[in-house]
């Protein structure tokens, strides 16, 4: 199939985002992918541990992070200059190679420490310009007022990448050693290429990006997206809060509790239930957002933030593990809804050509800035007990929420509505500023 296809124009009727063909390709190709990259992470950690010991595991599995947040903004830079289709199309085939290659290598000869250290690098850039174009793509897929659906559908996605990959991995090593799971990998993101191909693009009321680069040197237009972010009144203060708030809660989320756990004796059974719990309240929170529209969407992003930030400091705090099982639900359900929510009105409100950055700030947030947290959460959980620790924690995530209470952008954030089954383009583009 030719890779330019003609496009879909916005004075269509949008269908429904899960009835749709156009999106149900694109969310395929995406479940594909991220199922590949759970069993690649399985395949890269026990090649490691096979070839070295606990030291140089840890250092091949972080050594991907490095490039993948240093390049993350130029990621987003050739989102915008390029159709963000093709950047997604090129970063799975490479990585496709890349995988493939590496399964022959290893069944081959014993996988050295210095590839599979080359592997996770060269793996971390090409997410680096895989993750921005994924975030720039949805709103030309669907109609503004999808775009709250594809968000739940996309993190529905996420949840079955992260059940579903490991067990897959950890069943082809077990068959066929790394070089059967790195195959596995191969074939998946191989899986995603025809599905994406399929995938056509609407036109939106900004310049032509269809493989033309945008006017200016790519720090010229890096520097403008960021100019752009920091003057919007609405996605702004929205990516500020999800900072503030995911350095809050992701070392107490990620490391925190493992030490909770260690502390109060649960087990290791007790805290797989905590982290079954956190994510089944996350994936229903995604889910809710599958089924319509959440009305007063800039209040139920701080609401549900507020409530989540609260019941995480409240499980640093209780001496029972079912009522910490409980109140990980209750996190995981309020972050799903104010997380996706957040997504949304920043994708409906950004300017179709700044999506690409906007998206590479705001993941940059959470894979390069969040992880700082960790070691800190740690260092002080030794320190000062799980309890204070948590609590903190928390404080200063509600803190952040409540700060964006003062915004009267964020306070009278809407998701568009359209309600005729004809939307003209002016009116579509009205929806987006909103």
């Known amino acids: 199939m030719a890779l330019a296809e003609p496009p879909l124009h916005l004075h269509a009727a949008t269908p429904p985002a899960h009835r749709d063909p156009n999106v149900l390709r694109w969310l395929a190709a995406y479940t594909a992918s991220l199922i590949g ?57 490479l990585r496709c190679l890349l995988i493939l290659s590496v399964a022959a290598a290893i069944a081959l000869t014993t996988p050295a420490l210095w590839l599979l250290v080359a592997v996770a690098l060269v793996f971390g850039a090409v997410d680096a ?29 996420m949840r079955l990448g992260q059940i579903a990959g ?38 939106l009321d900004a310049p032509a990006r269809e ?57 290791p059974s007790g805290y797989g239930w905590i982290v079954a719990c956190f994510g089944a309240g996350a ?56 997380g996706s929510l957040t997504h949304a009105l920043v994708q409906t409100a950004t300017d179709p050509a700044y999506l690409g950055r906007v998206t590479s700030v705001m993941m940059l947030a959470l894979i390069g800035l969040a992880p700082l947290s960790y070691p800190v959460v740690g260092a002080a959980v030794g320190a000062w007990g799980a309890a204070p620790v948590f609590v903190a924690c928390g404080a200063f995530s509600f803190l952040g929420a409540a700060l964006a209470l003062l915004s009267e952008p964020v306070r009278r954030a809407e998701l568009p509505v359209v309600t005729a089954a004809t939307p003209r383009p002016a009116d579509a583009a009205d929806a987006r500023t909103r």
């Not at 069993?39 to 972080?62: I, K, N």
């Not at 895989?130 to 109609?143: D, E, N």
């Not at 009144?233 to 350095?247: H, N, S």
């Open 211 to 267: 493989g033309s680069p945008r006017p200016g040197t790519a720090r010229e237009d890096l520097l403008d997206g960021l100019r752009y972010l920091g003057r919007h009144r609405l996605i702004g203060p929205l990516v500020a809060v999800g900072t503030v708030c995911e350095l809050g809660l992701a070392g107490t989320l990620n490391v925190g509790m493992v030490l909770l756990n260690a502390e109060r004796g649960w087990g």
């Open 283 to 338: 994936t229903a929170g995604a889910a809710l957002l599958t089924v319509g529209r959440l009305p007063r969407a800039g209040l139920t992003t701080v609401g549900t933030l507020l409530v989540a930030s609260a019941g995480a400091a409240a499980m640093g705090l209780v001496p029972s593990l079912w009522t910490a099982t409980a109140l990980a639900a209750l996190v995981g359900l309020t972050a799903g809804v104010s």
């Open 129 to 157: 310009l895989f993750v921005p174009a994924v975030g720039a793509l949805p709103p030309r897929i669907t109609g503004p007022d999808q775009l709250a659906r594809v968000t739940g559908m996309r993190s529905l996605s």
């Open 37 to 93: 990259d759970g069993v690649y992470f399985v395949a890269l950690a026990w090649s490691a541990q096979r070839a070295a010991g606990p030291t140089e595991v840890g250092l091949v599995m972080a050594a991907g992070a490095l490039p993948r947040a240093v390049l993350m903004l130029g990621g987003g830079v050739l989102a915008d200059r390029l159709d963000p289709r093709r950047v997604i199309l090129g970063s799975d085939a």
């Open 166 to 203: 490991p067990p897959l991995g950890g069943l082809a090593m077990g068959l066929g050693g790394p070089a059967a799971a790195f195959g596995v990998a191969g074939l998946l993101f191989a899986l995603s290429l025809p599905l994406l191909l399929g995938v056509r693009l609407r036109s």
